[in-house]
């Protein structure tokens, strides 16, 4: 890693009066998780129709097998990882006020963020879009398939957005508001490829605001918004960036 990149980056984040954070699979990599692309992710073992809204509707006892098998088996003991610990600490220490996560494993707020805003949903939760009841996961509840709601019956259904669903109202509002808000925007682990959640860096560039990004590899962002590129695996890279925030802070 480059030490004045690094450097840099930390001086930004320390003049700006807001940091909001923009996280996406990347971050949950080293915890275990796979990210949907690129050659080991979720997309080549698994068919994204699993996820998609119509055929959930129309195939819930089909849909519902895949679901539990890559989110409630495969992730249910992945732990933060250092990544997940520094953005905590970074929002504790007052140098991020906010979180936006493309995420659904809920690893940000087992870490101790407190501000975050669940762009995509949540796994750990099943809603019944009939009553409207909302369940936090539970061995119980996923016991027989396809889980039910206990209070009217209605199958469940993951409290987490689909392919052809519309991303949560107020997720979304908080979202642009930050684009106007936030000086910085520190965008990590995403390829900024699905939309409208990859829009919003750019809605903050064009606004104006710094873009400081880490990935492994160049994203969709990298060479068209990124004003620093700290490239690097997100654990490693987020514990150097905050060291060096500390230093001066
Ligand atoms: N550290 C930093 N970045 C990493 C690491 C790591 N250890 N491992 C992988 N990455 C980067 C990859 O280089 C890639 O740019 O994380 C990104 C993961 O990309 P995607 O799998 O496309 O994940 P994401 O951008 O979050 O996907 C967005 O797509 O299917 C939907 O709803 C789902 O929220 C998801 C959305």
Redesign the pocket.
């Known amino acids: 890693m480059d030490i004045k990149l690094l450097q840099d980056a930390a001086e930004k984040i320390r003049n700006a009066a807001r940091v909001v954070a923009f996280?996406?699979?990347?971050?949950s990599?080293?915890s275990g998780i796979p990210?949907?692309?690129?050659p080991n992710?979720?997309?080549t073992k698994y068919d994204?129709h699993t996820?998609d809204i119509n055929y959930f509707n129309r195939h819930p006892d089909e849909a519902w097998k895949t679901i539990k098998e890559i989110f409630y088996e495969n992730f249910r003991k992945a732990k933060p990882n250092d990544?997940h610990i520094a953005l905590a600490e970074m929002e504790s220490r007052g140098y991020l006020q906010s979180l936006i996560t493309?995420?659904?494993d809920n690893l940000h707020q087992k870490a101790g963020s407190l501000i975050v805003v669940e762009?995509?949903g949540n796994s750990q939760r099943l809603i019944c879009r009939s009553c409207n009841g909302h369940f936090p996961i539970s061995e119980s509840l996923i016991q027989n398939m396809p889980p039910t709601c206990p209070s009217c019956g209605e199958i469940l259904k993951p409290d987490?957005?689909f392919?052809g669903e519309p991303i949560p109202i107020k997720a979304h509002q908080f979202a642009l508001k930050e684009t106007m808000a936030a000086d910085v925007w520190l965008v990590?682990?995403?390829?900024?490829?699905?939309f409208p959640?990859?829009s919003l860096p750019f809605e903050a560039k064009y606004k104006g605001k710094t873009i400081i990004e880490?990935?492994?590899?160049p994203?969709n962002y990298t060479y068209q918004i990124t004003d620093i590129f700290l490239q690097?695996?997100?654990?490693q890279?987020t514990r150097e960036l905050l060291k060096e925030i500390h230093k001066h802070g």
């Not at 690097?232 to 654990?235: D, N, Q, V």
């Open positions: 996280t996406g699979a990347g971050v990599a080293e990210p949907f692309r690129g992710g979720l997309w994204a996820l990544a493309q995420n659904i762009y995509h987490f957005i392919f990590i682990g995403t390829t900024g490829e699905v959640a990859a880490i990935n492994i590899q994203s690097g695996p997100a654990s890279i």
